[in-house]
């Protein structure tokens, strides 16, 4: 049988060269090499736990989610993303943890977003990212699609049955280490109390139809708009890392130009 030994192991890493660009404001790096056609843009917006304050923290998950499940005030989620659909491969946000290895008192959280398209088209990533950051629909319009989404997660707790060792690891490493304490609030056990914890009130509030509206403003779309709008300062003042990935270097050029003036 084909085996490896340690020997056939390259004791060199791969290095992938990049070209750098420096701004007020934002870094960019320019990656270019063989991808069909295709560019990727992946850009991050570092340092949010400056922003958010610790009140915010477990909205942040729901957050994320919901730019992909409220839609606007015109149009359903369902069809911005057939739009998307046509004219991108994808994009993707996303609230991590950054952690540095040998300080963990740095460690904190970043705003990320994706997107990936044919070269053609992939300005209009920038679209899409701007229009679901600026036009998300964070109102008791938005009741029925908030709250199926919270029961959904409420329900959902796979995670610990099929991986508790896992959980339990990581709850036990956020005493110690702050990017571990940060991301309980976005998954595990901290994340999973607070979804639990709303959608006991939910179910409590659907009683009367009043106090529901009042519960989904105040406690649950009000959190959310604030979180937004500190997402929307932060893309605005903030700064940034940017890698464009493409095979083109006009085109990845362009494409940074469009960003930065955008």
């Given amino acids: 049988l084909p085996s490896l030994q340690i020997e056939d192991i390259n004791k060199e890493g791969f290095v992938f060269d990049l070209e750098k660009s420096i701004s007020d404001k ?129 329900s959902n707790t796979a995670s610990f049955s099929e991986s508790g060792h896992t959980v339990a690891r990581s709850y036990a490493a956020s005493k110690i280490n702050r990017s571990y304490a940060l991301d309980e609030y976005l998954s595990n056990v901290e994340n999973t109390k607070f979804i639990n914890d709303l959608n006991e009130k939910i179910t409590n509030a659907e009683k009367d139809s009043e106090s529901e509206i009042e519960l989904f403003k105040t406690e649950i779309f009000a959190p959310l708009k604030e979180i937004n709008e500190i997402v929307l300062n932060n893309i605005k003042n903030a700064k940034a890392k940017t890698i464009v990935h493409t095979d083109n270097d006009k085109h990845a050029s362009e494409l940074i130009k469009i960003f930065k003036e955008s």
């Fill in 26 to 154: 934002l870094d960019v790096y320019k990656r270019i090499t063989s991808t069909n056609g295709i560019t990727y843009v992946k850009t991050q917006f570092m340092d949010l736990e400056k922003q958010v304050d610790q009140r915010l923290l477990p909205f942040l998950s729901l957050y994320v989610m919901s730019l992909t499940t409220l839609g606007t005030k015109n149009q359903e989620y369902h069809e911005i993303e057939d739009e998307i659909n046509l004219d991108l491969g994808g994009i993707q946000f996303d609230i991590d943890t950054k952690s540095v290895y040998n300080d963990l008192s740095t460690s904190g959280l970043l705003f990320e977003l994706q997107g990936w398209a044919l070269n053609t088209r992939s300005p209009k990533i920038f679209d899409f990212w701007k229009k679901i950051l600026e036009e998300t629909d964070f109102s008791t319009e938005k009741i029925a699609k908030i709250k199926t989404l919270i029961k959904s997660l409420a």
